[in-house]
């Protein structure tokens, strides 16, 4: 096979052999040779034949015809010459194109024209367009690991100055929206789908009264639960997207039974998740005579703009909203009976099975409630878990499935240069999706997730400078300022709150916009569970006509060993994982203990049977021999109890060393130190003054978290103190004779200076301060700042742990200590 192209007043001849296989393929030509006609009578004449190979030999013209005629001939481009001249010989030819970057380095290959791609004018194969990208990407200091997203687009476009365009300081992202789009995940409707009316369900009239007024059909996870037996009292995993209609599914089961004298029961991993779905529930079916009640484990603080949730008695409540913990309590007390005629149970967010901590907490109260309630229904309900049928078989449940997203979602990937670029581009995504609004008249609205609570305030301030309404929303912040942004966010004032990862299973805010400004909570880069959780938060049914999602990480900028870019193409590329449930020795003898304590089992050899099919890291007789030794439990006549003692443990939600700790140290030591030791404050940061001022210094990037190792370092070296200015040396000369007074041997790290400052907290608690006035008191003395939220959740965190050493104490009839520990819960509440 011979090529001929045209090139100035010459056309050149490359012989690349079989034309087999030749198409996009790149070949070395046996030689490379040179044609020069001239006119002769009219007629073109080849002139001169010149071949190029080790050296440069001029051939008679007769030769070139020689081999002309023998191959098979294809003409790059329009040539009305050399076409003349073949037809002259009775020479056949094709057209074909070639890349022209190949032949830059010596090389010839044939494209077809919807195999090629267009780059000034001409058309360059697969491998030269993908080398032009890892180039670039090389030149701009992109990670490689992007390198897939900009060759999807490059087969996407077929255009690669438009791909190369991404590049350039002057695009943007939001006009070429195009070039920024990673995938589509559509919606599809099914019109063979059977519509159920829900006049014709067999549910109470008034109930079904209350339904209607929020639509007149079921919705197709609805249907599908309906069909699976939920109102035949199945259990069920329900696993669909976010806002499909899973919750529905469970008060389709549990309220039909509460209105006929039973108990329904909602479970949700978090207070602030409780708290709303009680507020809804009770809005709701307090109109249809139900009494409705919260079972959270909260204390009774009183606090400036904080909600008391003290916890209701269930005893003769219809509905009982709570979390995994706060019913497990009942069950590991002994008492069940409260919970009278259970009939329904709805376990929210039920792949929180996989977390580490609270896994085998909430595998072990489903467990115990199926143990403890036989006829009991239970439902499941997630929108990740890759593994279902394994949770399904495990809880004796049905599957329910359902695919399909309720809108259809977009996400795009726009890679970031500066922090100020990314924030910029962030104002404008939340001010032109706030500008938008769907066919149903809402306002599109924006959730931003950030890495830590104060980037938070600096990404919301900085949207609320340039005209975006936001709000930061974090743990940290009161309750009053949390209600008043969600309620802000509801009733559409609000472009966007700004949030942490942490809370993506939080707060519902109907949002059709989600935005990463990071993709970490905290120095943790995203898990694929927890990034298809908080992208699966843009778009609503009920608000929007679609989703879109946006990840904007910054080129170069990186967390360990990956970037962000790194990070992106990770979890985009993702899918969830499997839900599995792990245990440590701790919780492996806290699941024993609590199956022992509710009644679940009776004997060791009940406990070997439940647990027969799990991974665990200690044999049965070996955990079984650390309760017995801990005088957790007693065994008599092949029976095991509890003793006064571990039932108080369990109760307590204590691993077995915290509790020895405890028990040996609460005749010599005070109740509220060992709180303190138990329970130190955490949440502690230096200011953001402190903070830029060292790091100028130092010519590093400081951490802001107080007790990080680095910043103990820092501070007890005093190596940049000297140099911070007069008001700021003061302060933190001051923290250090208050707080690094120890003379232990692992100073700083050895937790004295933590438990100093907690101390100080608590001394500011006693004497009548507000949580708020303690945070304002320590950044004034200090330049330490701890929100108003986190030391409301501390004390009541420590208000818990000395309730846990008073049980202990209780248990071995301490009544001092009992007293003393009365005595502090109640200043520290009130």
Known sequence: MIILRRKKKIVELFPIGSSKGALNSRRKPFFHGYLKFRRVDGQLKIHKFIVKKDKETILPPSEA?????????????????????????????????????????????????????????DHLCRLCAEGEIKRELKARSYDMSTFPRFRKMLDETGDLAKVLSVFDPRFDPLKNQELTLYDKVSTKKDDNFPK???????????????????????????????????????????????????????????????????????????????????????????????????????????????????????????IVVGTYEGLDFLLRAGRSSQLGDLKTVVVDEIHMLGDDERGPRLRGLIHRLKAIFPNLQVIGLSATVRNPREIAAEFGMKLVEYPLRPVPLERHLIFTRTEEEKNH??????????????????????????????????????????????????????????????????EQKLGAVVTTAALAAGVDFPASQVLFESLTMGNKTLTPNEFSQMLGRAGRPTYHDQGKVYLLPEVGRSYGDETEEMQAMELLSSDVESVNVTYSEDSQVEQFLADICAGRVETFREISHEYRDEELPLEFEEAFNIMVDYGLVNERDDKVTPTPYGRAVSMSFLAYPCADYIRKNMNRMNPLDIALKLEPFESAYLSNRITTQIGRILKINMSTRLFADSTLDILSSGTAINKLEPSLRERLMKLQMDFYTCRCKERPFCGCFQRELSRKMVKQRLAKRDPVDISRKLMRDYEIHAYAGDIFSWLDSLIRMLEAVRRIANAFDKKKVVGECNRLIRQIEN
């Open 196 to 318: 159920i009316r829900i006049d014709s369900l067999e549910i109470p009239g008034e109930f079904k009264k209350s339904l209607k007024s929020q639509g007149t059909h079921l919705l197709p996870v609805q249907v599908l639960a309906l069909q699976a037996g939920l109102l035949e009292g199945e259990n069920l995993l329900v696993v669909s997207a976010t806002a499909s209609g899973k919750t529905l599914i469970g008060e389709l089961a549990g309220i039909p039974h509460a209105l006929e004298g039973g108990k329904f029961l909602f479970l949700t991993p978090l207070v602030a998740l409780a708290n709303q779905k009680y507020r809804d529930f009770k809005k709701r079916y307090q109109k249809l005579g139900l009494n409705v009640s919260i079972r959270v484990g909260m204390s009774r603080i009183k606090a400036k703009e904080e909600l008391t949730l003290p916890d209701d008695k269930v005893d003769a409540a219809d």
């Open 65 to 121: 015809v020689k081999v002309l005629r023998k191959q098979n001939i294809f003409l790059v481009g329009s040539d009305p010459d050399t076409e003349e001249f073949l037809q002259s010989l009775n020479i056949k030819y094709n057209h074909t194109l070639i890349c022209r970057h190949c032949t830059f380095d010596g090389f010839i290959t044939l494209i077809r024209r919807e195999k090629s791609y267009f780059y000034h004018g």
């Open 425 to 490: 581009l962030l104002t404008q995504l939340a001010r032109n999706e706030y500008q938008n609004r769907s066919k149903k008249g809402y306002h599109g609205q924006s959730i931003i997730f950030t890495n830590s609570r104060r980037k938070t305030h600096t990404v919301a301030d900085y949207l609320a400078r340039r005209g975006v309404k936001a709000g930061a929303y974090h743990a940290g912040l009161s309750y009053a300022k949390k209600n008043r942004i969600e309620k802000e966010f509801g």
